[in-house]
């Protein structure tokens, strides 16, 4: 009985803790490259949503930092975009993610991205869609660096092959 009652006990306790995690939190456990699909139920048709975490970059002072890639699909449509997610105990006011693919320098922007404030810290993201150019050239790159706050990083080999079969799903 009491091996029931504090299994029961642990679960919940377990499911609380699950449903508080920060998006940073959730994206932090998930491996490079790996793939999560979900379908979210929309009255204009269910959209498809596939999403693999291309960059990490956590450690103490420099918050929890993740560039995921991810498409959205509703009925014949396909839209691919990069997502900035950051937590921390300070504003980067991340609004522009640039890329230089082979070379060539891409700004892409986000008007409007997400700014929360937390116990102790902030949380941010922003999205920035992708157009047909700029996948091509992505699925075609033998170099790709993004720069989105600070530092720029440079993609090795396999991050630019994910990438590419990830564009080509």
Known sequence: MFRKRL???????????ISSCTT????????LYEVKTRVIPNIAG?????EMIIHKDVGIG?????ITL??????DTKT???????TGGYWKFIEKLQLKIDGELFTLTDDDPSRLVLNG???ERAGFILSKGIIEKLKNSSSLVLQYYVDPFTM????ISEIKKFLSM
């Open 7 to 17: 299994l029961v006990i642990l679960s919940i306790v377990l499911i609380l803790l």
């Open 24 to 31: 940073s939190d959730k994206l932090y456990f998930t491996p």
């Open 46 to 50: 269910d959209i498809k949503v596939d």
């Open 62 to 66: 420099k918050g929890n930092n993740f």
């Open 70 to 75: 991810s498409s959205l699909e509703r009925s």
């Open 80 to 86: 691919f975009l990069f997502y900035v997610d950051y």
């Open 121 to 123: 810290g902030v949380e």
């Open 156 to 159: 090795d080999a396999e991050a």
